[in-house]
């Protein structure tokens, strides 16, 4: 049976690629009017020398046009920070590579055996007490203990998700996230700070603990996330135990430095949970408010280049087993995938280079997280 032309494909790459329909008309000789109906016309096929020259300025194969959509994400189950601010051409752009993403996790999915995905879900979140236990009971299910966390990256991927970055993703795109069968989490890069990397994937698995099923981007979704990477971050009873309690009126910013450097959080955040737990007043969360914006500090604060950046590794890990084990290439996963080479090195990223000969299996690689 002959392949039918899915215009739904086409849509994708061409978004995927910051693309508008007139732009797209313009490479290839076309009207608008015209692409805009075979992306959106089941009846409607292009000749086989339009599907090349689309294919060509796609950076896929033609046969990526005819295969069936294999990652749909409806708009309610993305997680976007700043959703009601960010531009609506930003944001399908983002949507874009994030399906084209999906499918590289779904390919890996069904030829790999990557960690199970143990999230605990909470329902009916009212108090900030709520918050509070969801993010111990966290704690508890991935047996973090009560202490500093070393490595965040590492607790998204032994709880069976993805990170990883769209480089050329605006800056309007603060972080994002999606749960559907497989998690994904994207970071945006731009942020030097390793503490803020950490706690935007804190938050980002509170919208999984806490918001299943709910669309987010409000005020309020927001501020449940960020009370639970706060409470994730820094339990309020280690904050009670170990706060560097002010000198009377005065912080104590050489105490905090120190808790930044133990917690890797930082000293904005510090401050803010502070404040959350009554360990300060509002006269003195000001105080320290200002004296970080005095001092240069409201974005990248001193003490961030003395803690390393998180890298992820799970697709990476799961890249390295396929190509010294499955005996795969580069070439032949991107073609499996009906991309072209330089597309596929661009949705893998960093998670794709160097591919090592010698690796470690799936199983010893959760064995040593």
């Known amino acids: 049976m002959e392949q039918q032309f899915n215009g739904t494909n086409l849509r994708l790459a061409r978004v995927f690629h910051g693309l508008s329909l007139d732009d797209l008309a313009g490479l290839v000789g076309k009207s608008r009017q015209f692409l805009h109906k075979l992306e959106t016309n089941d009846t409607c096929e292009p000749t086989p020398e339009l599907a090349d020259d689309l294919s060509q300025q796609l950076r896929v194969r033609t046969e990526f046009f005819y295969q069936p959509l294999s ?38 999915d069904e030829h790999l055996e990557l960690p199970e995905v143990s999230i605990p879900t909470v329902a009916d979140v009212v108090s900030a007490d709520d918050i509070e236990q969801a993010a111990e ?22 709880a069976g998700a993805v990170v990883t970055t769209f480089n050329s993703v605006s800056a309007e795109v603060d972080a994002l996230s999606y749960a559907q069968k497989r998690p994904i989490i994207v970071r945006n890069d731009a942020k030097p700070s390793a503490c803020r990397q950490r706690f935007d994937i804190a938050h980002e698995i509170g919208h999984f603990v806490l918001h299943v099923g709910l669309q987010t981007g409000s ?58 737990l009554d360990l300060i007043d509002d006269a003195q969360y000001k105080s320290g408010v200002i004296t970080l914006r005095r001092t240069g500090e409201a974005i990248s604060e001193r003490e961030d280049k003395l803690i390393p950046l998180e890298q992820p590794n799970m697709v990476h890990q799961a890249l390295q087993v396929l190509c010294s084990k499955g005996g795969k290439t580069p070439e032949r996963l991107a073609k499996e995938l009906g991309w072209s080479l330089t597309l596929f090195e661009e949705v893998a990223g960093s998670q794709l280079t160097p591919l090592q000969a010698e690796v470690v299996s799936l199983t010893e690689y959760r064995k040593r997280a």
């Open 71 to 108: 990652a749909v994400l409806p708009e309610e189950e993305v997680h976007f920070r700043k959703l009601f601010t960010t531009r609506s051409a930003i944001k399908q752009a983002a949507m874009a590579k994030a399906e084209m993403f999906l499918q590289l996790v779904n390919y890996l």
């Open 219 to 276: 005020r309020v979704t927001e501020s449940q996330a960020n009370r639970f990477a706060s409470a994730f971050l820094l339990p309020r009873s280690m904050m009670a135990a170990h706060w560097p309690k002010p000198k009377g009126s005065r912080l104590d910013w050489v105490g905090m430095k120190d808790f930044k450097l133990t917690w890797k959080v930082s000293k904005a955040a510090l401050l803010y949970r502070a404040r959350q």
């Open 137 to 158: 009971l966290c704690r508890r299910h991935w047996k973090l203990g009560l202490g500093p966390i070393d490595n965040m990256v590492r607790v998204a991927e032994r």
